[in-house]
């Protein structure tokens, strides 16, 4: 480990020299004056977009270290009024290892029985081994008597389907539910200790809580069951994001509301989950769009129970004091295949979430989280611009503007990776290259989905959404295709005017050539 260490800090001071070296190398005397503006222009947007990430740094660090410790504290200094009467903890697994689900459910058993509340843990599983698997863990640890296992078996259809029939289980117990609480939890991720004594009194002392969500880290099983380049490659672009995250969710957090109630780890109001309508939300949760059509979610879950409760404008937070291992197994050894099948799944959700949440006032959801799902809509284009532009620039004037660019880009990721240093207590040298990779790639993934938002597939069932009749399949990818060719032409047109490649007299000596 200190040799990786050494490797990282030595990878630190090579990036550095390299951005000073390029400094001296700038040719800024051959910048030609229509290049400066073009530029200025490009220095414009990214003021726009880097103040907009110091915002929300700003507001990150403000949540964590002011707002969430005074609650904390109070939660702390409280006494055992604040404690649940029931917890519920549903866990849904499939098609994950045994050693990794062995070590979930040991964790989220041990984490029962050490809260010393009632807890009612529900397994959702699909396959028998699975059950096996459960129970015999439960029955090594010799929990005490206020600590249950139910098992509930479903078919292999989906998460959906796993978390409706938990939820169905929960509704029919006899507890005070407005006592009590429900923990959603991935069969892939690990709860620390503390987390529901942690978590579960928030609600007490809130009663506008509606959910919550926890800080999430990757954890070293990609390390231990493989230690070839892929792995590590996946490992620290796990880390990254889950870094972002944090700041994100502490961000939104500051205004007393959440983007989204992870589905890895999330808790909520038992009176809320318990509603039949809740759950039948989780199961057949659907988006009308005004090209594609109807169409129910297959993925997204957790989009779907956050959408839930901001319809009703419940509070939801953000506890970055407690902290969930996630084990994320490779969709695909190829990194940049597998990081898009993820990147598809991830932005699918969001913006099948966005296209309806926007049409929520407001005060449901407060004025920064509005304004961020506004920002969702424009992100997809602003890291694109600026790479666009430097490219037509450089056909205009000359390589210097490319030369330029990446200098520039290059400085402003390892800023912000030095930011990030406030949310991880690590950062890692590849990361400035991995932030750009998330923008780039990142955005054309994000232009594709916003087109083609009936696709869904899960990477780790092979569920996919059925399209339904033929003609109504061809229409929605025919149509979905020619959106994204028609988002593109029109981009470059704009880029193109902008930097001065087409003019308006062009255009219409263009127009006047068709007419002959």
């Known amino acids: 480990m200190k040799i990786l260490k050494d490797y990282n800090f030595l990878g630190f001071v090579v990036y550095i020299l390299i951005l000073i070296i390029g400094f001296f190398l700038l040719p800024i005397n051959r910048v ?13 947007i990214g003021l726009w977009r880097y103040g907009w990430f110091l915002l929300n740094g700003i507001r990150a660090f403000i949540y964590q270290k002011i707002k969430f410790k005074t609650i904390r504290k109070i939660e702390e200094e409280s006494g055992d009024e604040l404690d649940p009467e029931h917890v519920f903890m549903l866990i849904t697994s499939f098609r994950i290892s045994t050693d990794v689900s062995a070590k979930v459910y040991r964790e989220a058993i041990k984490e029962a029985i050490n809260s010393g509340y009632n807890v009612t843990i529900i397994a959702s599983l699909v396959e028998k081994a699975d059950e096996l698997l459960v129970k015999k863990i439960f029955q090594l640890l010799n929990p005490p008597e206020r600590v249950k296992l139910v098992i509930t078996r479903i078919k292999g259809t989906g998460k959906r389907d796993g978390l409706t029939a938990g939820f169905r289980v929960i509704a029919n117990h006899n507890v005070d539910f407005e006592k009590s609480v429900v923990a959603v939890i991935d069969g892939d991720s690990i709860i620390t200790p503390g987390t529901i004594r942690k978590c ?23 390390l231990i069951h493989g230690k070839g380049l892929a792995e590590k490659i996946y490992y620290y672009w796990y880390k990254l ?22 589905g890895r780890m999330s808790m909520i109001r038992a009176s809320i989950a318990a509603k039949k309508a809740f759950a039948d939300t989780i199961q057949l949760d659907k988006l009308s769009h005004w090209r594609l059509g109807e169409f129910y979610f297959l993925t997204g879950d957790d989009k779907s129970s956050w959408f839930a409760l901001a319809s009703e404008g419940w509070e939801m937070w953000y ?37 309806r949440a926007l049409k929520l ?36 004037w000359g390589i210097v503007i490319f ?76 149509s979905s295709n020619g959106m994204v060719i028609i988002d593109f032409m029109v981009f470059l047109l704009g880029i193109a005017f902008l930097v001065g490649l087409i003019t308006f007299h062009d255009v219409w000596e263009f127009i006047h050539f068709f007419r002959r």
């Open 32 to 44: 030609e004056p229509g290049a400066r503006d073009l530029i200025f222009l490009i220095g414009i």
């Open 200 to 222: 579960a009194r928030l609600f007490a002392l809130n009663p506008k809580l509606g959910g919550l969500t926890t800080d999430e880290e990757e954890d070293d099983y990609l």
């Open 241 to 262: 994001r889950f870094a972002q995250r944090n700041m994100s969710m502490s961000s939104i957090a500051l205004s007393d509301r959440i983007l989204t109630l992870t």
């Open 319 to 355: 506890v970055p004091d407690v902290l969930v291992y996630t084990v994320d197994e490779i969709p695909e050894r190829n990194f940049f295949k597998g990081s898009i099948m993820l990147m598809v799944r991830w932005f699918g959700n969001q913006y099948r979430t966005n296209a």
């Open 361 to 396: 006032s407001h005060k449901k959801i407060n004025l920064y989280p509005w304004y961020a799902l506004i920002d969702q809509r424009i992100t997809k284009w602003t890291t694109l611009f600026g790479l666009f532009m430097a490219i037509l620039g450089t056909i205009q």
């Open 403 to 478: 030369y330029a660019y990446i200098w520039w880009i290059l400085f402003t990721r390892l800023l912000m990776t030095f930011v990030y240093r406030f949310s991880r207590k690590k950062i890692y040298a590849i990361w400035p290259l991995m932030l750009y990779y998330n923008q780039v790639v990142g955005s054309f993934v994000k232009i594709y989905v916003w087109e083609h938002m009936y696709k869904q597939k899960w990477t780790r069932q092979k569920t996919t959404l059925k399209g339904g009749k033929k003609f109504v399949e061809w229409y929605r990818k025919v």
